[in-house]
């Protein structure tokens, strides 16, 4: 008798511990009970930036005192998706997609990235074709094929697409053909491998896809760069408790030179507010993009006769 109270005494003990982690865990607002779950965009090969991100994964686990996992989704869509539908809590976008996912999701940017390699905030979008093909300017694109990244991507689609409008040109009238490749690295390689003649890309990504042996610095040139864009931001769901959102970004703010995601080494993670990525809402603004629809491009009403 005395055995059978002691194994209901340790299972009521058990069931009130559950009951307590669980309590805690829904008030963390956590997307799974005690664990954190961190999403990034498509921008390279998913399972190489969920390997380079598990030092930062380790870190922030132990800083916050809850398991730490990753998710990449298929596209820059389904991570947006991800975070409306509260299935992550964290994520790593890139500044389109981000200004996309406020208005889709109820997130806010907490810090922006700054590479090692610039010790910059920001980065640049640029075009890329072989080095001997005949494609030296924006407006020589023109009857060419070409490759965007994503409807999601800032440097990949959405800054030279206004580049394209100030040079007068629609890609899918003026060019042979467009692709979306859905990430950079395959932009890279569809450029490398002559299956497209030009396309935008991120500079830093090229750079590690030269270092990754995805191309050939000497096959490639660059015809044109954009100015500087703001890098990616750190974002949160507004929903998590304030308690565990402080220890989020006191653990990120604490994160020096370490790889993470799309950015390679990350030098440093400095504050940042939604009204950092404002700069990105203009350019969409100027492009007539319609924010509450994946970055298409508004339709003109026909006027009733």
Do not use: C
């Not at 009970?33 to 930036?49: N, S, Y």
């Not at 990616?232 to 565990?244: C, I, T, V």
């Amino acid at each position: 008798m005395k055995r059978f109270f002691k194994v209901l005494s340790l299972a009521l003990f058990l069931t009130a511990i559950t009951a307590i982690s669980g309590a805690m865990a829904q008030k963390a607002g956590t997307a799974k009970p005690g664990v954190l779950m961190v999403g990034f965009i498509p921008a390279e090969d998913a399972r190489a930036m969920i390997r380079q991100s598990k030092p930062i994964a380790d870190k922030l686990s132990k800083a916050i005192g809850m398991k730490v996992e990753m998710f990449v989704g298929s596209d820059y869509n389904a991570t947006i998706e991800a975070l409306r539908a509260k299935h992550i809590d964290v994520a790593l976008l890139g500044p389109f997609s981000y200004v996309l996912a406020t208005t889709q999701a109820d997130v806010e940017a907490f810090a922006i990235t700054v590479t090692a390699k610039t010790m910059q905030p920001g980065y640049h979008s640029i075009i890329i074709t072989q080095k001997d093909s005949p494609i030296n300017s924006l407006k020589d694109i023109k009857g060419h094929t070409y490759a965007f990244v994503d409807p999601g991507s800032t440097s990949g689609y959405m800054v030279p697409s206004a580049f394209f409008v100030r040079e007068g040109l629609v890609p899918e009238k003026d060019f042979k053909s467009v692709m979306y490749s859905g990430g950079h690295d395959a932009s890279i390689v569809a450029v490398a491998e002559g299956k497209v003649e030009a396309a935008s890309v991120a500079d830093r990504i090229l750079e590690r896809a030269y270092a990754k042996g995805l191309a050939d610095r000497k096959k490639i040139k660059v015809i044109w760069e954009s100015d500087l864009i703001p890098n990616n931001p750190m974002l949160y769901r507004k929903g998590l408790s304030e308690d565990l959102k402080k220890k989020i970004r006191d653990a990120f703010f604490g994160f020096k030179n370490l790889a993470f995601g799309e950015m390679g080494t990350v030098a440093r993670f400095d504050p940042a507010t939604d009204q950092t990525y404002d700069v990105i809402r203009h350019i969409a603004s100027a492009l007539k993009l319609d924010l509450t629809k994946k970055g298409k491009k508004k339709k003109k009403k026909k006027k009733k006769k």
